[in-house]
């Protein structure tokens, strides 16, 4: 059986980049937040409240190096919840696939992503 790793097409980051999310259709949760990972095609996002998968998010992500903000929607795939042993506050790990967003921002969160390999 194959591992996610070795199923994905593109590569991921293991990276915390800053980012803003809107749950759509009538913003019923909205927060800023990390990712834990990125890639051209989908981001696993560090959450407070757990979304449904099926989800919609408007997304705003901040790469450094104060590049212009990459803005699109997501669809969240999967969700599971940890804790965090200092504080004990659930939260949860969402697999988030790009669903709408600009070709030339994906392209650069691509070269983002191999700047690092």
């Not at 194959?2 to 915390?16: I, Q």
């Not at 506050?89 to 988030?96: H, I, L, T």
Request: aromatic share 10%; hydrophobic share 40%.
């Amino acid at each position: 059986m194959e591992s996610n790793n070795e199923r994905r097409k593109f590569p991921r980051l293991s990276v915390a980049v800053d980012i803003q999310y809107k749950a759509l259709p009538e913003a019923i949760a909205y927060g800023t937040g990390a990712t834990a990972n990125i890639s051209a095609v989908g981001i696993c996002l560090i959450l407070y409240e757990e979304l449904k998968p099926g989800s919609v998010l408007e997304l705003n992500i901040y790469l450094p190096d104060d590049q212009p903000i990459i803005k699109g929607k997501g669809r969240i795939v999967w969700i599971k919840p940890f804790n965090v042993a200092r504080d004990q506050k659930e939260r949860f790990d969402a697999g988030v696939e790009f669903i709408d967003i600009n070709e030339s921002d994906r392209k650069r969160i691509n070269n983002y992503v191999f700047s690092f390999k």
